[in-house]
């Protein structure tokens, strides 16, 4: 359980800036951005390293920012993909004009963050690549190894990567180096407990007595596999036997080996177990190179470990053991790192400022209808939030119902601070739930509500019609941002049956408020109806089985928010 914490929703912020407060002499804040860099910011003419994802993994991912290691890192709120306004403002400070590496684990969230950041860093010039870490075996078969999640062999990753950048090798080879190092890397972990949210009382899933879950992921999502609680020397080959299946060829048995503590297991059971690990490295000829037993990428406070082998061949073995100089991580003689300049770090533009729109008086008062519909999609996601959660802890992660409280409240702030039309308040409505929401729902949220608001425009009163063409404009970006079809079990199982309705129903005469209203019972119809589905995307994915039978929480959302508004649009509520 989290015990020391304020008020829960400050939880990061606070964190953050007492992180800052402490490791000062490391690090400093990003101006305007969620996101820490190493101290006097970008060097110029070298390649910047740049991780990031949710919170609640320290020491990833703010504590390995430094010398020899990461340059920046973003962070999300916690277990939820920072947005891509953030990760485009850590990069943009960390510009240092020989190029930015993305690295960061594959979550589906993230990608979409962090891509979409990519997309307008490169529209801008500066050159932007990607390497996703892969290296959890239980998340995904060998021959789709490209689909596994991203856990403590990160650490691995960004190590050699770190170092790559830090001896001035160009952003082709920082990259080359980098998928080098995640693809030779295995990791396989096992939860003795769950982990508890900030302000909640129950774990994100629980653990029988005398079992113990193996293949977790880092946001509790449950393992794959209950097994029964064993010795540390069977669990010691329990952990080892599915890496050694997967020993890479060409692998010549020299290794970098992480033993991993989640957040509530304790150095000396690692350092117990890391004991019974060697002899069994030793019979499977393996020559470990500088291991580290410890906390490197944790989840709150979940008890458990993991154990990563990292296959190295010289150039690896030599930038795995050069220096480093961060929080959570120091390795070596660190006075040879290259200094960093001294500068006041800069702000970044943040190109968030709308053009100044003339907003006529009827697409001034549609845009009080669009205030008071977020609000009513506020008040119903707020009402269920545990129950989104609930349904979100099932195979994914759990914070569905918190993201999409947290990105309404931000939106409908930003709609009321709004002056304009419909279309400006629903742009700033989606800036600001993209930005304070992240996740993958808060990206795609975010980027509907936008979409939708720039069909509706400020100078005409919208129709029933418009309002059918804004809402299939705003799914097909939701399909070419998110990559899902329907049938995969995402929102777009409930938006699309819904859209279809809508223009039946406007095509048949009806009027706005009926139309949505028979569309809302459609989704919700619909968003029941994704129960029996397997998801085939995003968080969810490695555990599909467990989802079914379980309504997709995106999906309900979707059609908890269009069931509000058509309260709205008939006029039931204020
Ligand atoms: P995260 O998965 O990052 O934790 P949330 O829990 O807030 O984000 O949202 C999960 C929901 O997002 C899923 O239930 C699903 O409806 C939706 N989702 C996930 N991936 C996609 C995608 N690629 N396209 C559309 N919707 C998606
Ligand atoms: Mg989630």
Known sequence: MTRVYNDPEDFKDEMTAGFLAAYGRYVERVPGASGVMRRGGAREGKVSLITGGGSGHYPAFC?????????????????????????????????????????????????????????????????CRTVLVTDDVASADEDEAHKRRGIAGDLCVFKVAGAAADRGESLDDVERIAQKANDVTRTLGVAFAGCTFPGQSEPLFSVDEGKMELGLGIHGEPGVRTVDAMSAKDLASLL???????????????????????????????????????????????????????????????????????WLDDELEELWSAPADTPAFRRGETSALPSFREKGAAAVETGAEAEAVEASPESREAAETVRTALHAMLDAVNEQEDELGRLDAVAGDGDHGVGMTRGFRAATQAADDADGGAGTVLRRAGLAFG?????????????????????????????????????????????????????????????????????????????LADAWSTAAETADDAAEGTAELEPKIGRARPLAERSVGTPDPGATSMALCVGAVAQVLRGEST
């Not at 973003?74 to 990760?87: E, K, L, R």
């Not at 059918?468 to 938006?495: C, H, P």
Request: hydrophobic share 40%; proline share 3%.
């Open 435 to 511: 930005d304070k929401a992240g996740g993958t729902s808060g990206m795609l949220w975010g980027s509907l509500l936008e979409e939708f608001g720039k069909a509706l425009g400020d100078t005409e009163k919208p129709t029933a019609l418009d309002v059918v063409e804004a809402t299939d404009r705003a799914i097909e970006l939701v399909k070419q941002l998110g990559k899902a079809s329907v049938g995969d079990k995402t929102m777009l199982d409930a938006m699309v049956p819904f859209a279809d309705e809508l223009r039946q129903q406007v095509d048949d005469g009806a009027g």
């Open 63 to 127: 504590g390995i920012v430094g010398a020899g290691l990461a340059d920046g890192a973003v962070m999300g709120d916690i277990f939820t993909s920072p947005s891509t306004q953030q990760a485009y403002l850590v990069a943009k400070a960390l510009d240092g004009g020989a190029g930015i590496l993305f690295s960061y684990g594959n979550y589906a969230g993230d990608v979409l963050n962090f891509d979409a950041a990519q997309d307008r860093l490169r529209d801008e010039g500066i050159d």
């Open 240 to 310: 080892l036997e599915p890496l050694l299946e997967e020993r890479p060829e060409g692998a010549d048995g020299r290794a970098a080996v992480l033993l991993n503590g989640l957040g509530a297991t304790k150095y000396e059971e690692l350092f117990l177990l890391y004991g019974n690990l060697m002899p069994l490295l030793e019979d499977a000829g393996i020559q470990v190179v500088m291991p580290e037993t410890g906390e490197l990428v944790t989840s709150l406070d979940m008890a458990g470990c993991s154990l990563t082998l990292c």
